[in-house]
Every structure is written in C-alpha cells, then in structure tokens.
C-alpha cells in the first residue's frame, strides 16, 4: 500500500509541474537589424459586453488601401478573431519617437459610435510575432514577478462624473527582445495608449503632459489625427522561450486550495460509498452459488432493494433515447481527456492561436467511433434491433441540438455584426467535417458495438413488473436532481472561475496540470454522489433507475451553467 502511495504523490507532482510547461512554437522567428516586423490588427473585445468587433469594422480608426487577411484556423474564427495588416511600419532596433498613422474626418455617427466603445471599456488587440499588444501591470509587493501583462489596451478613457469619453489616438509601443546570435527574438509588446486633442496632421508635443485630450461621443463631425512611436528595449531577464509567462502567470496557491478543498469532499462521500458498499451490500448479497435459491425465498420477506433483484435489470424506457445521449456522453468525456491531455503535454501552446477549440473540435469529430459504440453495445443489450438508426440518432441528436442553438446565437451576431458570428464559410466548413469524418465514424462505431456480444445480467428480469411505491420527498423531482448537482459544483467551482475569466476576459489559461488533478476529483465526486443516489433510490422501491442515474450524473451541469451566468453578470 504504502508503494502505491508513493507512485500516487509522484503521479500528482509531475502533473503540476506542466501547469508551466509548453511548446511555445516549432520554428521562433529571428529578426536582423533593420528587418521589417509586421504589426497586425485583430479585434476589439470588452468585459462588460460579450460582442467583439473587427478592429477595421469601426468606423473611426485608420483603414489602409489595400488590406491583406492571413488565412485563420476554426478557433481563431469561433472566438471572433479577424486578423488583417495594417499600415505601422516597425523595423527591428530602429526607434521612432513619433509618426502619424493617418488624419481621418469621422462624421457625428462615427463620433458618437466612437464614445460608446470608450464608456463600455473596449480594448484594442494588435499583434506582433504572434504576442499581443499588453497592458502592462506592476506590482511592486512581489520582488519575483514584478511585471504581469493583459491582453489588449484600452481604446480610450471614461470620466463617469463628467461623463465624457476620450480617445486614445497615440500609441507608445515599446518592443522587448533578446539577442540570439546575430539577431534578435521578440519577447514581449507592451503598449502604452494617450489621448491628445490633436487634428493638425503632424505629431504631437509627446513631452507636454498638460496637453488636452480628445474628446467623443459627441453628435457632431470632427477630425482626429492618429500617430504612434516605437521603442525597442532589450530585456535579457526573458527568455524568448519564457515570453508567454508574463501573459499566464497566476499564484499557484489558489489551486492548491482547490485541490485541498476537493480532496476534502472526496474523502466524505468516499466514507458513505464505503459503509454502503461494505455494511450493507456485501453483508447482503455475500451468499454462495448453493443458497441463491434459499435467498430467492428469503428475499421476498425483506424489504428495501434486495426487492428489485427481478426488475432492476428491466430495459429503460425509451432506449433508443436513452443510448445515443449516453454514447455522446461517452464521447464527450474521450474528447475532454484528449484536449487536455494534449494541453497538458504542451502541444496546446498560447501562441497557437484558437488552438484550444480547434483540437477540441476535431477530437469531437473522432470520438464520434466512441460515441456510435457505446451506444450501439447498449442499444444490443436492451433489445434493439435497427442499429443504423440508432448510429443515425447518436450522430445527429447531440450535435444537431447545439448546432441548432448556435445558429440561433448566430443570428444575434450577425445582427449586430460581432466578429464573433460564424462566417457562413466556416457553418459550412464544419457540416463537411460533421457529414465526412464524425458520421461515417459514428456510424462504424455503432455497427462495431451492435455485433459485440449483449452484457450479461446476473439475474433473471421478471414477467411483471413490480409496483413503485410512493418515495420521499427528497427522491422525488426535481429535488433529487438539484441536491445530486450540488456537491460536484463545490469541488470544481474554484478552478471553473479560472477558465470562465480565460472565456470572459480573453485571458489565457494554461494551468492543464491543475486542471487534470481538477478533472479526476470531479469525476470521482459525480461518481460517488451517483451512487449514492441511485441506492437510495433503489432502497426505496423504485427499479426505473437507468434515467434518473443519468440525470444525477448530469445535474451538476445544471450549477455550472449558473455559476457562468453569475460570473458573467459579476464582471459586467
């Protein structure tokens, strides 16, 4: 035992330790001196409201001639992004204390337009060597880790008292990198944004602090004149392997607590499923081949489960449901496994843009074979005999229903015209993934496991089924089903604010280690808490279990999408 334990704490350490381990990119790009480096424009996104825009889609900001979009993979295109160049011009060691960008006239919509994204705090994401423009925060408490970057920079400044926006119309980039040899890697992008009254077409006084600012939001034309500087700064402290650590860097502390606190419920519901399982199932059934006919005898004068023993293997209702929704479940879980194992190994790096959704998509995709062959062995055992049907409803039902609801978001998008909205490129792109790779999968997984041999039932269904009595009041619905959800949320809902602010915030979460210790206890708790439900359930007389074990499982999903909401509307 105590070898076990040993191999179990080294399992969890090296586990933690990938919570900072990743491929930044197969191939690091080196600039020489003078060398031209491109600065491309993505998007602007803000907390309070959950529409991004195309950062050449507003109507007040410097638009080149000619535009040149890069291609983008399925990721990049789901979470809003819509990369283009842009007229900046950076070159590699060459500082430029000032340049105009353009002179732009915008009329009294644009203006107006213009003081709305500043008073909903929108942030501006531009992109150089694949890092994004960062505001920068300094923390002069933490001796180690002084300096942490966010994604983006603010596209003005709001006064609430006075109720005036200002626009930031001058940039201040300063570019750090490191030598490599006979050239340089770009390690970090920091922006510094200013607002200057300024429509003269030249630069503007940058060492007069006491300048005016540039004021929108009015219902009125006006001209504004954007410029932007360069500094080029090398930082030997950061290594081009490491740059991507200022970006996720978070206390690791917090994770532990988590951890802790999960570990903590874990043994509770660890102690009951063993004094049911130990106390009462074992005692119970612990009879030898000889006596089952004296306990067949014997059984009908006891009460509680041990009544069931002819109809608790009785075939669910509606089972051609019931298999498919079990087979997606099936699929949705190898999907996770994959996603996050990978993450975990390091292939999901932060400058693989959309990478995380991307994978996630695609692993769905192939779990399809899963899916269809878990549905199928199940679909065998209750009796089916139309397996293509069934393979059709566990590759359509799940999918189709989502599908459907993201269409329905995507009108909204499309609307207001998000960056987020699916291009009608990309809906169709991902119906011929749907069409040629998960449904001839499902299809073939569900054939598979319709000619696997049924699973076995140790005991023998009874012609008539047995009256349901009346449960309590806590076994009842919906009761039962919220009180089931309730404890896995405890043990999640620490590390979920992490990947919900990753979601809400752009922010970028690459704490996979955690996540996988995470991932564990929360199966474990759904699990258990299953079991014990299911048991009194079937302690109380009631035999139709197989739904209502599914329900239980599931219920925890219930509080998560609560839990988001109320993270949503918090950072709002």
């Known amino acids: ?60 900001v410097c638009k080149p001639a000619s535009i040149n979009y890069p291609w983008l993979n399925i990721g990049e295109v789901l979470r809003g992004d819509r990369i283009a160049s842009s007229d900046y011009e950076l070159y590699m060691g060459k500082n430029s204390t000032c340049n105009v960008l353009c002179t732009r006239e915008i009329d009294a ?37 002084p300096v942490s970057y966010e994604p983006g920079f603010r596209i003005g400044d709001f006064d609430a008292a006075a109720k005036r926006a200002f626009l930031n119309n001058h940039v201040s980039l300063h570019i750090l990198y490191e030598r490599h040899r006979e050239g340089r890697r770009i ?32 219902k009125q034309p006006r001209k504004v004149t954007f410029s932007y500087s360069v500094h080029w700064i090398e930082d030997p ?11 996720i860097r978070t206390s690791s502390q917090v994770h532990w607590y988590a951890i802790f606190n999960s570990a903590v419920i874990i043994l509770l519901l660890s102690g009951v499923v063993a004094v049911i ?37 009785r075939t ?68 089916g005999r139309n397996w293509l049907q069934n393979s059709l409803t566990t590759a359509l039902a799940v999918p189709m229903l989502l599908f459907g609801i993201e269409m329905l978001l995507n009108m909204f998008l499309w609307y207001r015209s998000s960056s987020a909205a699916m291009p009608l490129s990309t809906i169709l792109l991902l119906f011929v993934l749907w069409a040629a790779i998960e449904l001839p999968l499902t299809v073939l997984g569900g054939w598979i496991g319709f000619r696997r041999k049924p699973y076995s039932e140790p ?51 690459y704490e996979y ?38 329900a239980y499982g599931a219920s925890s999903s219930i509080y998560f999408f609560i839990y988001s909401l109320a993270c949503r509307t918090w950072r709002a």
């Not at 003078?34 to 959950?50: A, I, K, M, Q």
């Not at 970090?188 to 929108?216: H, W």
């Not at 299911?534 to 074990?549: C, K």
């Open 1 to 60: 035992m105590s070898g076990f334990h040993n191999y179990l704490v080294l399992f969890v350490i090296l586990i933690c330790q990938t919570d900072a381990f990743y491929i930044p990119s197969l191939s690091p790009k080196t600039f020489r001196p003078g060398d031209r480096v491109p600065l491309e424009v993505n998007r602007v996104f803000s907390e309070h409201v959950p529409l991004p825009f195309a950062y050449y889609d507003l109507p007040f």
């Open 109 to 145: 919509k644009a203006n107006e337009e213009a003081g709305w994204f500043v008073e909903q705090d929108y942030l501006i994401e531009w992109i150089v060597d694949k890092l994004p423009a960062a505001t920068v925060y300094r923390r002069l408490q933490d001796t180690q880790n």
């Open 187 to 218: 390690v970090g992008v920091e922006a510094y944004p200013r607002s200057i009254e300024n429509s003269s077409g030249e630069c503007p006084d940058l060492s007069d602090a006491s300048q005016d600012r540039l004021v929108v939001g009015q």
């Open 237 to 247: 402290s950061v290594r081009w392997t490491h740059r991507w650590d200022r970006y």
């Open 277 to 313: 399982l130990m106390r009462m199932l074992n005692r119970d059934v612990s009879h030898s081949s000889r006596e089952i006919e004296e306990f067949r005898d014997e059984i009908e004068e006891t009460s509680g489960w041990k009544l069931l023993h002819g109809d608790v293997f």
């Open 316 to 383: 669910p209702q509606w089972k051609g449901i019931l298999a498919p929704v079990l087979g997606t479940t099936v699929q949705v879980m190898y999907t996770a496994i994959s996603t996050v194992a990978l993450g975990t190994l390091g292939i999901l790096s932060p400058s693989y843009r959309g990478g995380l959704l991307t994978t996630g998509i695609v692993m769905f995709m192939l779990m399809g074979a899963a899916a269809g062959y878990y549905s199928g062995h199940l679909y065998r055992t209750w009796g």
């Open 459 to 509: 005991m023998r269904t009874n012609a008539i089924p047995r009256p349901i009595p009346p449960l309590p009041r806590y076994l009842k619905l919906p009761l039962s089903i919220l009180l089931a959800g309730a404890l896995p949320l405890s043990v999640i809902f620490i590390e979920m604010f992490f990947v919900l602010k990753s979601i809400w915030q752009d922010a970028f979460y």
């Open 513 to 550: 280690g955690f996540m996988v210790i995470i991932g564990v206890l929360l199966a474990i708790t759904v699990c258990e808490t299953t079991i014990i439900m299911v048991w009194l359930l079937l302690n109380s007389g009631h035999h139709r279990w197989w739904w209502r074990s599914f």
